[in-house]
């Protein structure tokens, strides 16, 4: 029965401390082939990749590890992995460039988030993008509130692309302020311009309980239109 801390276990896993030479020689070919391997893939920027690079990256990260330090995995299966992956991964590109819907399928398409001001409930609904997340995106490029947005979209690589109103054309729209959101309730307090929470539609209103026109959602807060300041 083996002991807890058995301390060459622990540090060597029972292996001769040369050894750690041949670690350093896998650790290197591995680096140099997996170098090589995104090289022939074209790989872009981190930012700029798409669910199926992501996919391709960690494939070729597991396939570059194990065979780094692990001595009962040889260095030529994990060759014939990359070869493998590099021969799908430039199939699957000539595909994407072939067909459209192919490249919709393993790529995904820019979807429409914000359509002049207002959230487009029907493509926002698609997207795991929370709307929390959301709004955080929206206030690192010094956005208060939607009537400030003529239209955003989520790119294929999860990017947001944002469009604004010019200043004479900004309208009333949802606050994504925290402190100004969290006002929101079933009950309008007042008479004024208020938003939709749920779809950013904005109306018009007497004080009492309203329902939205665009989603029928009940849950209001009073709309800002302060000029997006850059």
Known sequence: MKEIFEWDRLLFNELPGVFLLEVIFRSTVMFIILLITLKLAGKRGVKQLSVFETVIIIALGSAAGDPMFYEDVGIVPAIVVFTVIIILYRSVTWLTGKSKKFEELIEGKTEC?????????????????????????????????????????????????????????????????????NEKSKIIPANGMYACTFCGHTEEHKAGTAKCDICKKEEWVKAINPKRIT
Request: charged share 25%.
């Open 113 to 181: 988030l914000i359509n002049d001001g207002k959230f487009s409930v029907t493509s926002f609904k698609k997207e795991t993008l929370a709307q929390d997340e959301f709004f955080s995106e929206l206030r690192v490029n010094s956005i208060e509130h939607l009537g400030q947005v003529k239209h955003a979209f989520i790119e294929p690589s999860g990017d947001i692309s944002i469009f604004y109103y010019e200043d004479k054309e900004v309208k009333f729209g949802l606050p994504i302020l925290p402190a100004l959101f």
